[in-house]
């Protein structure tokens, strides 16, 4: 089974307020909150870490949910965020164009 | 209340910093007639010093960051500090006269995914414009610069500031950032002199003229609604608070001097001597600001506009009193519902005379 690799858009705004992540999308002013779960995910899509892994030490440990439904919640939330254009998604390992 | 509505509230609540408008340099190169700057370099923060301070506001939860200045494109460190402030994942909007943006720059701007640039536009005729701004040609160069922006994807608003130089080109004026395809505000606030200089202020439009200008649906909306006589205060209205400055939004300076509002020349603190977070959770005079309610108001407590008046407490605050009335902020409730204000009984006037001080921003905001 390949693996999905997660990124942050370059493109996007974010930052935690109360725990939440903010994030806005400047090329259509879309804005989200992420709960947080939601934000751990986030926080960890550094492009590097397989989602598998992110899902295994950044939600079943901290959240206390079982890996089966953590990883269907966090296919979801991949695709709906990737819908949304503020994650790239990528079966192999994701190097973005820094800020130079 | 919309997601970014409560998002607002929740910072309000938990006194987060959630906007900084800076400004990185009061240099310019064009010398507008109602200008409030004194446009002299007077110890400017360092590329150091301002990058130093954007770690800060990350670390204070800041998510919304404007530069503005002065001409922030004066500044040859510019592109350095977006770029610094986009890699700590600011939403960045930006306020220029843009006539420093070729194609070239437009192209950076856009791949550094800046939110919005905000550019002054005085008139859509380049007499009027070039008048007011007084640079040769200046009119040609910053709406070029808006087509530029515009093609790269960008989201350009177009500000016009309404004066008595301008008075009849806003109509034009937005008809033109509409055939450009950008957005258009209004803003009929003029500011006096940093060195208090009240001069500028003979530019502010008659309040007559504001009343027009509030009666207009290309501007106001539903015209109905936006002029509606106040409704009575409530006990919770007496509760609330004036505006964000110093609860969820703050000034920074040039200078690193950090203010409530840009419009609230009250000093809390600087920059270069203290952590911003400390100026912002400790400064007396910060917390002084926060504290204020409705009900604290001298003579506004009373008033049937209380809940419903822009009442800037910085302008109040220039005017000898932040807990008092901000004149120019009566004459906008006057001349926009016909209900006197408070102030106005209280001084026994049939309508209001203007304190000869600037007013606090209200942006009238028109969809393309």
């Keep these: 089974m390949s693996e999905t690799y997660i990124a942050r858009s ?54 206390e949910v079982t890996l089966e439904q953590a990883r269907a919640d966090a296919e979801h939330f991949v695709a709906e965020l990737a819908g949304h254009g503020i994650l790239i998604v990528s079966d192999r390992p994701i190097v973005l164009e820094t800020i130079q | 209340m919309s997601l970014m509505g409560e998002v607002g509230q929740t910072a309000f609540n938990l006194g ?54 002065g001409e922030v494109f004066l500044r040859r460190d510019f592109f350095e500090l977006v770029e610094h402030a986009r890699r700590l994942m600011f939403n960045v909007k ?63 608003t177009i500000a016009n500031v309404l004066m008595t130089a301008n008075l009849g080109d806003h109509y034009g004026t937005q008809k033109l950032a509409a055939e450009l395809g950008v957005h258009y505000t209004l803003d009929p606030t003029i500011t ?49 608070y004036s505006c964000s400055a110093g609860h ?40 002084e600001v926060r504290s204020i309610q409705a009900r604290d108001l001298t003579t506004c407590s009373s008033c049937s506009h209380v809940a419903s008046c822009t009442r800037c407490p910085g302008l109040a605050y220039m005017e000898g009193n932040m807990r008092g009335p901000s004149t120019a902020d009566c004459e906008k409730s006057f001349y926009r519902t016909g209900v006197a204000t408070a102030n106005m009984l209280r001084l026994g006037l049939e309508k209001p005379v203007s304190a000869g001080r600037g007013g606090q921003l209200i942006q009238i905001q028109a969809a393309v």
């Excluded at chain 2, 340099?25 to 130093?52: F, P, Q």
């Excluded at chain 2, 909306?221 to 006990?235: H, I, K, M, Y």
């Excluded at chain 2, 001597?273 to 005079?285: A, G, R, T, V």
Aim: aromatic share 8%; proline share 6%; glycine share 6%.
């Design chain 2, 192 to 240: 006096p002199m940093m060195d208090g200089d009240m001069g500028v202020l003979e530019l502010r439009i008659p309040g007559k003229e504001l009343e027009e200008v509030f009666r207009n649906p290309a501007l106001v909306g539903n015209q109905e609604e936006f002029c509606a006589p106040p409704p009575l205060p409530s006990a919770e209205d007496l509760e609330g």
């Design chain 1, 10 to 63: 370059p493109a996007v705004a974010a930052r935690k307020l109360a725990g939440e992540m903010m994030v806005m999308n400047s090329e259509n002013s879309t804005f989200f909150t992420l709960n947080e779960v939601a934000t751990a995910i986030w926080q960890a899509a550094d492009g590097q870490t397989p989602l598998s892994e992110i899902v295994r030490d950044h939600i079943c440990e901290t959240f």
């Design chain 2, 16 to 69: 987060v910093p959630l906007a900084v408008h800076l400004d990185i340099t009061y240099r310019c190169n064009e010398r507008c007639v109602h200008c409030y700057l004194d446009h002299d370099d007077h110890g400017e923060m360092t590329t150091a010093e301002i990058k130093g301070v954007l770690d800060q506001l990350a670390e204070a939860g800041v998510f919304f960051l404007t530069f503005s200045g």
């Design chain 2, 94 to 156: 930006i306020k220029t006269n843009a006539v420093m943006i070729g194609e070239k720059e437009a192209k950076r701007l856009r791949a550094l995914n800046i939110d919005t640039m905000q550019i002054s536009l005085y008139s859509h005729r380049a007499e009027v414009h070039d008048a007011i701004t007084k640079l040769p040609h200046s009119f040609e160069r910053t709406v070029k610069a808006i087509k530029f922006l515009h093609d790269q994807g960008l989201r350009v």
């Design chain 2, 248 to 287: 969820s939004f703050c000034y920074i300076s040039p200078y690193g001097d950090v203010f409530p509002c840009v419009q609230f020349p009250l000093p809390t603190g600087n920059v270069r001597q203290q952590k911003f977070l400390d100026i912002w959770n400790f400064s007396p005079q910060m917390n």
